[in-house]
């Protein structure tokens, strides 16, 4: 499976792991410009290169906390609207949410696991490349539920959740249909129902949408 021929900064600290991922890319059309093992690396590599997408672990050292995600944060402050995959053993909630915050696109919070499936990993990486969504299934599932009578989906039919998940994942259109074997019209149907149930701004631009289900996911 090829990907557009993109440039990609690689920010791991398992020396395994990092040559796995690289070597993934590159089979897929990519280009590596850089592989760094630490957040300052990370910033100063992006700042450098200005590659298309990066790819950076959440736990990095000195402390193996979110030295990653922090380097991601920088770098996205440093050169604005850079895109970044961001890897995460564990689901982390708080993770995603910060990574979305400043609501510029170009973003994904992916489980390693999920690197696994190559076409997966590279789909996500190509929707972060172009200023897209790209979040973990497990990370849309913990931003969904939530207890009581709060819960703001509530109102949804169960197709109408599952649609919405696959929104909140960054798929568009043609991606969910083909995700839950439905026609594109049922998809546009059932996404217009959504808006209308939750009270969300409608938009054609599927970036802005994503962000605002999250928000809403989130709030």
Same mark, same amino acid.
């Given at each position: ?56 672990? /959440? ?5 193996? %906390?979110?030295?990653?995600? +922090?380097?991601? =944060?920088? *770098?996205? #402050? &440093? $050169? ?26 170009? /973003? ?5 696991? %999920?690197?696994?499936?190559? +076409?997966?990993? =590279?789909? *996500?990486? #190509? &929707? $972060? ?91």
């Amino acid at each position: 499976m090829e990907i557009e021929p993109l440039r990609v900064v690689i920010a791991e600290d398992s020396a395994l792991i990092r040559e796995g991922i690289a070597r993934l890319i590159e089979e897929s059309g990519g280009t590596v410009v850089a592989k760094v093992g630490d957040g300052e690396a990370f910033v100063e590599a992006v700042v450098a290169h200005r590659p298309d997408v990066s790819v950076v672990d /959440v736990r990095m050292p000195p402390s193996q %906390r979110d030295e990653g995600l +922090r380097a991601a =944060i920088e *770098a996205r #402050r &440093r $050169v604005p609207g850079t895109p970044v995959l961001v890897l995460s053993q564990y689901v982390e909630r708080q993770y995603a949410t910060e990574l979305l915050a400043d609501r510029a696109g170009g /973003v994904g919070y992916l489980l390693k696991d %999920r690197v696994g499936d190559v +076409r997966e990993f =590279i789909d *996500a990486l #190509r &929707r $972060v490349a172009r200023g897209g969504t790209a979040l973990d299934p497990e990370v849309v599932a913990r931003l969904m539920v939530r207890e009581g009578a709060d819960n703001p989906i509530a109102v949804l039919t169960p197709r109408e959740r599952e649609v919405l998940a696959a929104m909140a994942e960054g798929r568009t259109n043609v991606g969910i249909a083909r995700l839950l074997s439905i026609t594109e019209g049922a998809t546009e149907k059932h996404i217009s129902n959504i808006f209308g149930k939750l009270e969300l701004p409608d938009s054609s631009d599927d970036h802005r949408r994503v962000l605002a289900v999250l928000a809403y996911l989130s709030a």
